[in-house]
């Protein structure tokens, strides 16, 4: 196993999730897991811009990422390709449906050992990241 998937139907449009993405401001709101916060030092939002940032884990300790916006088709698809350990490519797709939207996450890791080992992690992590987003885009009931 080499890949992740996460679907997710998020009651709104393509193009208001994607803008959750394309903002940088929005963006270091909602990326990551629960409990994490951000810090961008770059977040050029375009194909082949660099994404540098460092996410502040609950546990006091700092991660630094690097990544490129691989691929951007506003607002259905966004590739992102993480350039530093662990190495994977993101793929976001948004299709629209009765309801809002289905966005699938494909995570594509490099190592494949890797995503086996740490899948009991990486899981759970994506899905609050998905929790996070949807938070960021509907508004409270």
Known sequence: MSALFTTREIPA????IFAAFSDPARLARWWGPAGFTNTFDLCDFKPGGQWLFTMHGPNGQNYANESVFAEIDPP????IR???EPLFTLTITLQPTPDGTLLTWQ????N??????L???LRPCNEQNLDRLTAEITPPA
Request: with cysteine.
């Open 82 to 84: 993480h350039t530093c």
């Open 119 to 121: 899948e009991h992690i």
């Open 107 to 110: 995570q594509d890791f490099d």
């Open 13 to 16: 449009t393509s193009s208001e």
């Open 112 to 117: 494949p050992d890797f995503a086996q080992r």
């Open 76 to 79: 259905h698809r966004l590739v």
